[in-house]
T-cell receptor, first 118, second 115 residues
């Protein structure tokens, strides 16, 4: 199993350009998340999804859009990139089901995408 | 506002030495408390998980403790190795579980183990 994968690993954009980050998981997880990590800030939730076709806003959703057309994929879009969106972006997924047990909501993270907006 | 604060921000120790990282939280009770390890350039990986009623949990040379009275958790690393160099993040899940995107992340402690 590859776990959670992210594409691309690195990207440099100019202000105003758009791009899409792709996250894929092969663990059949229902829940998926997009975070950004900035120095001294810790991980902050951008958007999340509780299932195929559903998305919800997190703590810092402005400037981003997401889509979950397939259960295994979660896309993060930047329509008009700004320098403030320079960050490392992490995707994560977690199990969901009818059973709840310790660790059942553990989030598994991808390797990250380092984005620089000039 | 629910918070998770970690100390120290960074720590340098010599290989083979022990160290303890601290996590103070305000949300109480909680569903569970996790410690994640994040290697440079990688995503976080779960190390330990404790429910509100547990006092300690071990994973090899890593031991997490929980004091619900003082709202503190510690991560103790024994006989440190160069591969322990990483950031360690404390994460608290509020009651009801974390699947709705409501995890509370600390900012992490950056540990450097020197030979």
């Amino acid at each position: 199993n590859a776990g959670v994968t992210q594409t691309p690993k690195f990207r440099v954009l100019k202000t105003g350009q758009s791009m899409t980050l792709l996250c894929a998981q092969d663990m059949n997880h229902e829940y998926m998340y997009w975070y950004r990590q900035d120095p001294g800030m810790g991980l902050r939730l951008i958007h999340y999804s509780v299932g195929e076709g559903t998305t919800a806003k997190g703590e810092v959703p402005d400037g981003y859009n997401v889509s979950r057309l397939k259960k295994q994929n979660f896309l993060l879009g930047l329509e008009s990139a700004a320098p403030s969106q320079t960050s490392v972006y992490f995707c994560a997924s977690s199990y969901s089901g009818t059973r709840s047990f310790p660790g059942s909501d553990t989030q598994y993270f991808g390797p990250g995408t380092r984005l620089t907006v000039l | 506002k629910n918070q998770v604060e970690q100390s120290p921000q960074s720590l340098i120790i010599l290989e083979g030495k022990n160290c303890t990282l601290q996590c103070n939280y305000t949300v109480s009770p909680f569903s569970n408390l996790r410690w994640y390890k994040q290697d440079t350039g990688r995503g976080p990986v779960s190390l330990t998980i404790m429910t509100f009623s547990e006092n300690t949990k071990s994973n090899g040379r890593y031991t997490a403790t929980l004091d619900a009275d003082t709202k503190q958790s510690s991560l103790h690393i024994t006989a440190s190795q160069l591969s322990d160099s990483a950031s360690y993040i404390c994460v608290v899940t509020p009651p009801g579980g974390g699947s709705q995107g409501n995890l509370i992340f600390g900012k992490g402690t950056k540990l450097s183990v020197k030979p």
